[in-house]
């Protein structure tokens, strides 16, 4: 069987449990493994690996990263993790679980520089990459052998220790035929792993899963497969196309697709944004409208500087609220007109806010822009709203000073005093 060692990049014909050059035992092997070319790469727990290796005191430490005792856990490293710590926990929960760990706030520049490092090896690769987030992509290297003079399952283990040793952070891949199967490979070996699922394989190896093995299952629409008598990816694979379309509508047939292990998708290197948004955790519960109104105007202002530096504007808007009991709330209003002005954003969503600051206690408000649309199509004015202009090229004005002289140069009254 194909075999390959990850740490000096032998190639075997058989499957030895060590290498017979280094004695390694990170051996990979697998029938399809010199014949597949679609990889998903994900950095082992990013926030924390970044910190860890910028404080190598914390190496045998469990870290947290995270906002203060009413904010969540963004990530976790995996000594926390096996301490029950997991991403999105509520922080006092995090340190109820693991009360010795190490808590950083985020640091978004430091991991958006180590991001841009890594997409840049990736990019040496092959120039089809779509990142997925900020720390994670995948990768096609069809075609590529020749350029690198290996096949793609050795390209992508010497990219592993560059990783490593040029940014200073594992990662863990997986390699498929399709970037369904990909994703779900590089979530079978963390950290630090290289997994592989095959074509021929992959349905008898995909039938005894749940469903929530899928991308974008998750517990709500597991429940209702389950009360439809899915609870693995065998049952719906069993569907034909006919039966699928009549139980799941439009959607159906590609679910059962993708139940399969099928997936036609291309790698594209530019990622389509579906969304834009601002958000922030209160450090004590607050409920009276007066109080919540400056913090949703500071996050307009959030908002209206990411769609500028996306090159978007905002189709309409999107409220969220979480309750002190975590429940969440979604409210959406529809804008007159494309806009990426603060004020218009804010005049949509405070009518939402007001009702419902009924006197329920927030921990949390975020605003969000939802659908975008290009900026060109923003803030042009029409017989409803002549003024759109003159908003837009106050916000510019003011934006502009905050350039020059700092982001308190210039302050809307609203905004004045909001902690966000």
């Excluded at 499957?15 to 998903?40: D, K, N, Q, T, Y």
């Excluded at 010795?100 to 089809?128: G, H």
């Excluded at 105007?297 to 908002?303: A, G, H, M, N, Q």
């Excluded at 002005?341 to 969503?349: K, N, R, S, W």
């Amino acid at each position: 069987m194909p075999s390959l060692c990850r740490d000096c990049f032998v190639q075997s014909a058989d499957a030895p449990r060590r290498c017979p050059a280094c004695a390694s035992a990170r051996m990979v092997s697998h029938p399809e493994l010199f014949g597949l070319s679609i990889a998903h790469i994900d950095c082992d727990a990013f926030f924390a690996s970044v910190e860890k290796r910028d404080r190598p005191e914390l190496a045998a430490r469990p870290v947290i990263i995270g906002g203060g005792q009413r904010g969540v856990v963004s990530t976790a490293c995996y000594l926390a993790r096996t301490r029950g710590v997991k991403s999105a926990m509520p922080m006092f929960k995090a340190l109820a679980a693991c009360p010795d760990a190490v808590v950083i706030k985020p640091d978004f520049a430091k991991y958006v520089a180590a991001s841009r490092q890594i997409r840049a090896l990736m990019e040496s690769l092959t120039p089809l990459v779509q990142a997925m987030s900020i720390d994670e992509a995948v990768l096609d290297l069809s075609g590529t052998e020749a350029l690198h003079g290996a096949p793609p399952a050795v390209a992508l283990a010497r990219l592993a220790r560059q990783v490593e040793k040029e940014v200073g952070v594992t990662v863990s891949m997986g390699l498929a035929p399709n970037r369904l199967l990909a994703k779900i490979a590089v979530e079978r070996d963390k950290p630090r792993g290289m997994a592989v699922i095959g074509a021929a394989e992959a349905g008898a190896l995909l039938a005894p899963e749940p469903v929530t093995i899928l991308p974008g299952v998750g517990p709500a629409f597991a429940a209702k497969l389950g009360g439809m008598g899915f609870s693995t990816l065998g049952q719906l694979a069993s569907l034909d196309m006919r039966e699928a379309m009549r139980r799941f509508g439009e959607e159906g047939p590609t679910l059962v697709a993708r139940a399969r292990g099928e997936d036609s998708r291309p790698v594209r290197p530019e990622r389509e944004t579906k969304s834009v948004s601002a958000e922030t955790t209160f450090d004590r519960d607050i409920a009276r409208p007066e109080e919540l109104e400056p913090m949703l105007w500071r996050l307009c202002e959030k908002l209206a500087r990411r769609l500028a530096e996306k090159g978007f504007a905002a189709g309409g808007v999107v409220l969220k609220l979480k309750t002190a009991r975590f429940a969440l709330r979604t409210r959406n209003a529809r804008l007159p007109g494309p806009s990426a002005v603060p004020e218009t954003l804010f005049h949509a969503a405070r009518p939402l806010l007001a009702r419902e600051a009924d006197g329920t206690a927030f921990r949390l408000i975020g605003i969000g822009a939802q659908p975008l649309v290009e900026a060109s199509a923003a803030d042009h004015g029409d017989l409803a709203d002549p003024e759109a202009p003159r908003r837009a090229a106050r916000w510019a004005a003011m934006e502009a000073l905050r350039g020059k002289f700092g982001d308190r140069a210039v302050a809307v009254g609203r905004g004045i005093g909001a902690r966000s």
